[in-house]
């Protein structure tokens, strides 16, 4: 399972990854709690996106989440955040038209593309030696 081994990092770099971890997963299982009790149905009816489609972005917010926290399975789980928040990002901007900051304090895509760089960077680097993944699948060579 080379896939889910950890790539061998310093303490501080492990420390780092560790604190981005916990920060970005409590956020996700924050947002993916509201959204798990009625999965199929979590955005407005006007909003043209399929209930399977709105259960994966639950699944992927709630259990990737979880999964960030414990720094367990943490490729596949910003896999699934990734690919939910590149979704975000295509509605801010296709959809709704939003800028990516604005000014004003409405709507903007800033957060889904910061997510969305957070989860590439957990896929490119790992989730650090302070996770399960370490524990379970061990250290690259």
Same mark, same amino acid.
């Given at each position: ?8 990092? +310093?303490?501080i770099?492990?420390?780092?990854? !560790?604190? @981005? ?5 409590? =956020?996700? &299982?924050?947002? #993916?709690?509201g959204?798990?009790?009625?999965p ?19 699944? +992927? ?6 999964? !960030?926290? @414990?720094?367990?399975?943490t490729p596949? =789980?910003? &896999?699934?955040? #990734?690919?939910t ?12 038209h ?9 709507m ?9 760089v ?24």
């Amino acid at each position: 399972m080379s896939f889910f081994q950890t790539y061998h990092h +310093s303490k501080i770099q492990s420390l780092s990854l !560790l604190l @981005l971890r916990l920060v970005v997963g409590c =956020a996700f &299982f924050i947002h #993916g709690s509201g959204k798990i009790h009625t999965p199929f149905s979590w955005m407005p009816p006007q909003v043209p996106i399929p209930a399977f489609l709105q259960f994966l972005a639950a699944m +992927s917010e709630y259990c990737g989440g979880i999964a !960030l926290i @414990l720094g367990i399975i943490t490729p596949l =789980a910003s &896999f699934g955040i #990734g690919c939910t928040m590149l979704s975000a990002v295509y509605m801010h901007v296709m959809m709704r038209h939003d800028t990516f900051v604005n000014l004003s304090g409405g709507m903007s895509y800033e957060p889904a593309l910061g997510y969305l760089v957070i989860m590439i960077l957990f896929i490119a680097m790992g989730p650090g030696k302070f996770s399960l993944d370490k524990v379970i699948f061990g250290e690259r060579k």
